[in-house]
């Protein structure tokens, strides 16, 4: 059975609550969560690295001097790769890097992910995290005091207060339910859930 401690900001424990076993207690597989990730960042490339070729390059295509006689190589215009400032022959072109797995087998990762956390006791649940106003320092004094190393704090809807106040705080991250990834889930330490946010997580991994 997962079951684990309900905290407040204060650090105090309010409760227990327990998490899903075929959500967050499944069997890990590496390759799984390899997969996933790689699909992520592939996905994230932008791909626009673009350099001119000969043909795309300013200059005049006359030929440079005769063929004969000079002394110099046979050139022919100016834009030739050989030269300064002409084209480029093997340089790279904009492409799309984006490829998918199957539904299941992303689902099957977050699953993977989240029960990594729970192994590792880096999961940590919040009744709360209310804020009177969009405050920096309030975010980071809960943060100091819960001891969150490199935390990914996940809500259960849109709060505008803790996502704003969380912002520029370095290795912090604040996700909505819809946008819990693996990357994320493996790329931060603690991993923070709201109470709320269990049911959304339960509700989309249900199946």
Do not use: C, W
């Not at 799984?32 to 000969?54: F, I, P, Y």
């Amino acid at each position: 059975m997962a079951v684990v401690e309900v905290k407040n900001i204060q650090g105090e424990t309010v409760s227990e609550i327990e998490l899903a076993e075929e959500i967050f207690n499944v069997r890990v597989k590496k390759r799984v969560l390899h997969e996933v990730v790689q699909m992520q960042l592939a996905n994230r490339r932008r791909g626009t690295a673009k350099v001119k070729r000969r043909s795309e390059v300013k200059g005049s295509t006359s030929k440079m001097f005769r063929q004969k006689g000079t002394g110099n190589a046979r050139r022919g215009d100016i834009k030739s790769p050989l030269l300064r400032g002409g084209g480029v022959v093997f340089g790279p072109e904009p492409r799309d890097y984006s490829y998918k797995v199957p539904k299941k087998v992303k689902r099957l990762a977050l699953k993977m992910a989240l029960s990594s956390k729970y192994r590792d006791n880096e999961i940590i649940v919040l009744d709360g995290f209310d804020l009177d106003q969009v405050k920096t320092k309030a975010v980071a004094s809960v943060i100091d005091r819960l001891a969150l190393e490199k935390p990914l704090i996940v809500i259960n809807a849109k709060d505008e207060k803790l996502e704003l106040s969380s912002r520029n705080i370095p290795g912090v991250k604040v996700l909505r339910v819809e946008g819990l990834n693996v990357y994320d889930i493996l790329n931060h330490k603690t991993l923070v859930l709201l109470k709320p946010s269990i049911k959304g997580i339960e509700g989309r991994l249900a199946a």
